[in-house]
């Protein structure tokens, strides 16, 4: 059995996500589960995203990027 841990919240916000995760056919345990796996998949995201943006100002990336998979669209 996984270690657990109870956190408290007032019953307004509990109603709030019992209704979402009933809405998606899952208890509230799985759902916030879900939820917190959605969060950190849009957290590695957004750092991926600013890792390309930043390698983009690199000398001849935008070359080897046009090279090996095809042309950037520009923002201008």
Request: charged share 30%; aromatic share 6%.
């Amino acid at each position: 059995m996984a270690d657990t841990t109870t956190v408290e919240v007032d019953t307004d916000v509990h109603d709030r996500l019992a209704v979402l995760a009933a809405d998606r056919g899952l208890s509230l345990r799985a759902y916030l589960a879900e939820l917190a796996t959605a969060q950190e998949n849009e957290a590695a995201l957004t750092r991926a995203a600013l890792a390309f943006e930043r390698a983009l100002e690199r000398p001849g990336f935008r070359e080897g990027f046009a090279r090996d998979f095809g042309r950037l669209s520009s923002r201008d």
